[in-house]
């Protein structure tokens, strides 16, 4: 029987996933394949080191390039993360004439085009299901579910941590650091969680739907992103006031000249279905031109999750050499992508919530409308209340009608010099959904 030899670069959370989903499933993966997947060789930076599963320690070693050069490895399954040493990694196992599966969308995000490059000139495929959306198979459904149509839309809850802190924020009333310790000590977020709260790891994933869905080269410096630590209790009672739930969505829309991407802290309706999404599940929801609106759910992270996406890809390669075919679909375009302009922030044109920590006194109100409308920034609701404590400054709460970005940014600047600003603005932008 045909067997199908694995290296895998990592064995951390996923990568024990991996090796326990492919024992436990064994026999069901041989039926579907009739062929054998076998694990051939591991590459771990402390081969003694304590795994959460058993491996057989001859098939451990040191040295990645044991496992790129292994000519009994059919298959190279990166799980290290980062961009470095990973993309030398990548690159070498590709060199080498090896598929790859990745769950590595940082290394997606800066260096994609460059590994789909390699891929064409050595006839091989990169597989990445697991770097967006954990085990919801979305990559395959936006690859080849969608192939026939053309997505204008993606928009999605993609970090889990995030999305876990800002639903017991919501539903608590709790402040962000007593959640962040929480969603630490459950294992939901790193001891270092900037990547996860400050919005970094949700424009990756934003950059490799981007590059999918719109079929154009992606610069990711240009990819606009905020997190969610400057939010507090006051801004999710004021959400809750005016019908909205705060949600980091990772934005994408395809402009046709231009496409528009960013990540940051969103009001969006209470009635819409992303709304609804909480915990640590992610959702990406998509707006095609055949098929409309779509929307893919499940658990977003964790190793089994990202293990079965990681497995599925695999399987899929192992088709491929079993039927003796290059791999046709993860790489695609063949053709050489364009790079069309991102739009910058300041071209956005939307809602705002504003919340001002001002002092207390007469004609503040006025100061602050009188600025907002010499950048043309129309007011549709206020909410003023006057100082509970002393010891902090009064709010004054504005929604504004669409307006851009830039004229906002330059309005804020004004009203930050005032005398009457005690405090930095706070701005949430605000989803308007589709009918």
Same mark, same amino acid.
């Given at each position: 029987m045909r067997v199908i030899g694995l290296g895998l670069l990592g064995l951390g959370n996923v990568g024990a996933g991996v090796v326990k989903l492919l024992a436990d499933n064994a026999a069901a993966i041989e039926a579907r394949l009739g062929a054998r997947v076998e694990v051939r060789r591991i590459a771990v930076q402390q081969a003694e080191k304590r795994r959460l599963v058993e491996v057989d320690k001859k098939l451990v070693t040191t040295r990645a390039r044991d496992v790129i050069d292994d000519p009994s490895v059919d298959v190279v399954i990166e799980l290290i993360g980062g961009t470095? &040493?990973?993309?030398?990694?990548?690159?070498?196992?590709? =060199?080498?004439?090896?598929?790859?599966?990745? =769950?590595?969308?940082?290394?997606?995000?800066?260096?994609?085009?460059?590994?789909?490059?390699?891929? =064409?000139?050595?006839?091989?495929?990169? /597989?990445?299901?697991?770097?967006?959306?954990?085990?919801?198979?979305?990559?395959?459904?936006?690859?080849?579910?969608?192939?026939?149509?053309?997505?204008?839309?993606?928009?999605?809850?993609?970090?889990?941590?995030?999305?876990f802190i800002l639903t017991q924020m919501t539903e608590q009333g709790r402040d962000f650091n007593e959640v962040l310790a929480e969603a630490q000590k459950a294992g939901y977020a790193e001891a270092d969680p900037t990547l996860d709260v400050g919005g970094g790891d949700a424009?990756?994933?934003?950059?490799?739907?981007?590059?999918?869905?719109?079929?154009?080269?992606?610069?990711?410096?240009?990819?606009?992103?905020?997190?969610?630590?400057?939010?507090? @209790?006051?801004?999710?009672? /004021?959400?809750?006031?005016?019908? /909205?739930?705060?949600?980091?969505?990772?934005?994408?829309?395809?402009?046709?000249?231009?496409?528009?991407?960013?990540?940051?802290?969103?009001?969006?309706?209470?009635?819409?279905?992303? =709304?609804?999404?909480?915990?640590?599940?992610?959702?990406?929801?998509?707006?095609? @031109?055949?098929?409309? @609106?779509?929307?893919?759910?499940?658990?977003?992270?964790?190793?089994? &999750?990202?293990?079965?996406?990681?497995?599925?890809?695999?399987?899929?390669?192992?088709?491929?050499l079993l039927a003796g075919a290059p791999g046709t679909r993860a790489s695609v375009p063949r053709a050489k992508r364009p790079e069309r302009r991102i739009r910058d922030i300041g071209e956005l044109e939307?809602?705002? /919530?504003?919340?001002?920590?001002?002092?207390?006194?007469?004609?503040?109100?006025? @100061?602050?409308a009188g600025i907002l409308g010499d950048h043309d920034i129309s007011i549709a609701e206020v909410v003023q209340e006057g100082r509970r404590d002393p010891q902090r400054p009064a709010s004054v709460v504005i929604v504004t009608h669409r307006a851009r970005e830039s004229n906002v940014q330059a309005a804020l600047a004004a009203i930050g010099k005032l005398p009457a600003a005690s405090e930095p603005t706070q701005l949430v932008r605000i989803y308007e959904t589709r009918p």
């Open positions: 470095e &040493p990973a993309r030398e990694y990548v690159l070498g196992a590709i =060199a080498k004439g090896k598929h790859v599966v990745t =769950a590595n969308k940082a290394l997606l995000a800066y260096h994609g085009d460059e590994l789909l490059a390699a891929c =064409a000139e050595n006839n091989v495929e990169i /597989y990445y299901e697991a770097s967006v959306g954990g085990g919801i198979p979305l990559i395959r459904a936006l690859r080849e579910g969608l192939a026939s149509d053309r997505i204008d839309e993606v928009i999605g809850i993609v970090n889990g941590t995030s999305n424009a990756h994933k934003l950059a490799v739907l981007a590059a999918l869905c719109f079929g154009t080269k992606i610069d990711f410096t240009k990819v606009f992103f905020e997190g969610i630590d400057k939010l507090t @209790q006051r801004d999710f009672a /004021y959400a809750e006031r005016f019908g /909205y739930t705060i949600k980091l969505l990772a934005i994408g829309k395809d402009h046709g000249d231009s496409i528009e991407l960013r990540v940051h802290p969103t009001m969006v309706p209470k009635r819409w279905l992303l =709304a609804s999404v909480g915990g640590v599940f992610n959702a990406v929801y998509v707006n095609s @031109q055949a098929l409309g @609106q779509s929307m893919y759910y499940g658990r977003g992270a964790g190793m089994m &999750p990202t293990a079965v996406a990681v497995v599925s890809d695999v399987i899929e390669i192992a088709r491929t939307s809602r705002y /919530y504003l919340r001002f920590g001002v002092e207390d006194r007469p004609g503040v109100l006025a @100061q602050l």
